[in-house]
């Protein structure tokens, strides 16, 4: 499985970014992908998740409204559109999957077994 993100960079406050995880190595028919961020100083966080089971699942209240979560099956590509940034979305964002077979969200970091490389999101003021 691997899991490669793109997308993120430097953009002032209220601006959009798109970030992408292309994910190879496994069926996208059956799939959990979460979503995660990484401030300076804090403890990684989940933002989102979507899998083929539950669709779409939202886990922090400050996001709601301004990031979404999608699939391309086609691609074997998960996307995260972040809009109406805030400096206080800057992070390391990383996607991850659940391991094969597993088809549902979930909150806890320790329930994926692959990550990608992450991408820095950096939001000025």
């Known amino acids: 499985v691997q899991l490669v993100e793109s997308g993120g960079g430097l953009v002032q406050a209220g601006g959009s970014l798109r970030l992408s995880c292309a994910a190879s190595g496994f069926s996208f028919d059956d799939y959990a992908i979460g979503w995660f961020r990484q401030a300076p100083g804090k403890d990684r966080e989940v933002v989102l998740c979507?899998?083929?089971?539950?669709?779409?699942?939202y886990y922090q209240d400050s996001v709601k409204g301004r990031f979404t979560i999608s699939s391309d099956n086609a691609k074997n590509t998960v996307y995260l559109q972040m809009n109406n940034l805030t400096p206080e979305d800057t992070a390391v964002y990383y996607c991850?999957?659940?391991?094969?077979?597993?088809?549902?969200?979930?909150?806890?970091?320790?329930?994926?077994?692959?990550w990608g490389q992450g991408t820095q999101v950096t939001v000025s003021s």
């Open positions: 991850a999957s659940r391991p094969l077979g597993l088809t549902s969200c979930h909150d806890w970091d320790h329930f994926y077994g692959d």
């Open positions: 979507i899998s083929s089971r539950e669709g779409s699942k």
